[in-house]
Nanobody, 123 residues
Framework: QVQLVESGGGLVQAGGSLRLSCAAS????????MGWFRQAPGKERELVAV???????YQTDSVKGRFTISRDNAKNTVYLQMNSLKPEDTAIYYC?????????????????WGQGTQVTVSS
């Protein structure tokens, strides 16, 4: 049974930092691309960043220069380092796994999803 468990969310002031973690089990982690998505109230879920099985990364324009995605295949964990946080970053953040291994912004490309972790940035 595949499980993705996010952690590290919380309440932070604007300009602050958080590091999200997503621990995966039940899959051959190194073969999967891993993505971080977010969903704000009343908005659609959107891609934040993705890292391929080979380590290539992509971040959406609104977080470039502020967020960094990384992975540790030995720990079956993907991270999202979030710096210079803004109130508009407030959302539930989800990690997801794509067995094709390549970066994709399409939600339908992802086979497994975590339950999400809340990130709230106060102004």
């Amino acid at each position: 049974q595949v499980q993705l468990v996010e952690s590290g969310g919380g309440l932070v002031q604007a300009g602050g930092s958080l590091r999200l973690s997503c621990a995966a089990s039940g899959l051959t982690f190194r073969n999967y691309a891993m993505g971080w998505f977010r969903q704000a109230p009343g908005k659609e879920r959107e891609l934040v960043a993705v890292i391929s099985s080979g380590g290539s990364t992509y971040q959406t324009d609104s977080v470039k220069g502020r967020f960094t995605i990384s992975r540790d295949n030995a720990k079956n964990t993907v991270y999202l380092q979030m710096n210079s946080l803004k109130p508009e970053d407030t959302a539930i953040y989800y990690c997801a796994a794509n067995f094709r291994g390549s970066t994709s912004a399409s939600l339908s490309a992802y086979n497994y999803w975590g339950q999400g972790t809340q990130v709230t940035v106060s102004s």
